[in-house]
């Protein structure tokens, strides 16, 4: 089982970014899929959700309006574009697949919002 998330980086305030992670080794589009951030020093935070089929989401309130999950279950990848970048999306973004007992992460992708 793999997930693999890229497309982070060091963007501007104001910027966008678009997150992806490729999932191996599981049958993707049986899976809830989330997306998670931690911030030095802070607890690991739900920022988005997207249920197996793509057809339910869900977004904390600080991102809400800004980011956008979606996902392809031919490719078996969820996405995570986000636009308006504020200083206080700077974390590191985990991806999360979860169906009945499995719980499987990814290793991270850094995230950085310049002021």
């Known amino acids: 089982v793999q997930l693999v998330e890229s497309g982070g980086g060091l963007v501007q305030f104001g910027g966008s970014l678009r997150l992806s992670c490729a999932a191996s080794?599981?049958?993707?589009?049986?899976?809830?899929m989330k997306w998670y951030r931690q911030a030095l020093g802070k607890e690991r935070e739900l920022v988005a959700s997207?249920?197996?089929?793509?057809?339910?989401?869900g977004y904390a309130a600080a991102v809400k309006g800004r980011f956008t999950i979606s996902r392809d279950n031919v490719k078996n990848t969820v996405y995570l574009e986000m636009n308006s970048l504020k200083s206080a999306d700077t974390a590191v973004y985990f991806c999360?697949?979860?169906?009945?007992?499995?719980?499987?992460w990814g290793q991270g992708t850094q995230v950085t919002v310049s002021s």
């Open positions: 080794g599981f049958t993707f589009s049986r899976y809830n």
């Open positions: 997207i249920s197996s089929a793509g057809g339910t989401t």
């Open positions: 999360n697949a979860r169906f009945l007992n499995n719980d499987y």
